[in-house]
């Protein structure tokens, strides 16, 4: 078996080659910094507060911090801070900052991180179901207005086009459009649908990043299984989140991309609350064992690991991946 590094398996991962272990592990989001570290990463509402000064020095502090939980954890790549998902006042602001702020955040993770670990950059560039504060309006124009999603969707992937090319020349090689086109009972949007404002605009956005050297991934929590096979039709690299809370599994979704398309993710969030560690041991040995031969599969929970998760329950889902490599070695 060839020795890679992290980057070097998590290429090849997003390139669907069987047998890469072990598995590349990377998150959607972390949030548990402080309970990893000991230390404090000062983002959100909170970095907003901070003079133009005080929010450079908070950005290497940020990224020290971060740099040395990936290595603790052996992540392959790392999430860089994305912009508000939510700009309401009083809503949370977690794993984010303010405007443009998170492309200089990048350019400094890039010159302090080791070579070889990955970094991730949140460009957008598909629409999605919308929050609960726009649901209903959301739905009526899908009928009712149907042109208007046209345009949203057009700005939205020429959008996630230009923050890809921002995030592409500070050294960046992976980027991710986050946005939900499922629920739990599967896809929110028809197949006319999908056909006419979703797919279009992920064949251009995937196509055009890859035309700059950059990987990309849609993350969409929900039950994809029926459209899982359209997806890996265009130019994605991968998708992440396999939602098992939505009835999905990693093994029927690589039955339906047949190698077009790297999964990842899978480990139920709640159960990595909730769980013990050798409950969170388990189920990872059992995805792996289910789905790491086969490949093009990178290892993390389904959804964002929360500040609250019990660091000893995430600590197990890596030592399951270590323990599986070496016992398949």
Known sequence: MTVMNRKQQLFAALNCRANVLPVPVWEV???????????????????????????????FRNAEILLAVADDFGFAALTVPSVY????????????????????QAEILRELASPELVLVGSSGGVIGMPGAGNYEEFAYQLFDAPEEIDQQARRTCAGGIAAARR????????????????????????????????????????????????YSILHTDGNIQPCIA???????HAVQAIDPTAGMSMRAAQAAVQGRLCLCGNIDCGLLLTGTPDEVYQATWQLLSDCAAQGGVILGVSNAVQPVVPIANYRAMLAANREYARAAD
């Open 85 to 104: 998902w939510d700009e309401a006042p009083g809503k949370l602001a977690y794993y984010c900052l303010p405007g443009d702020t998170r492309f200089r």
């Open 29 to 59: 989001e972390f949030q548990a910094w402080d309970a990893a570290s000991g230390r404090h990463v000062v983002l959100g509402h909170e970095f907003e507060a901070l003079s133009e000064h005080e929010q450079e020095q908070a950005m």
């Open 230 to 236: 359209a997806l890996a039709d265009t130019a994605l």
């Open 167 to 214: 995030f592409r020349d500070v050294g960046i090689e992976v980027v991710m459009a986050p946005a939900d086109i499922a629920d739990n009972h599967g896809p929110y949007f028809s197949p006319e649908q999908l056909d006419r404002f979703i797919l279009p605009y992920l064949r251009e956005w995937s196509e055009t990043v890859q035309e700059m050297g950059l």
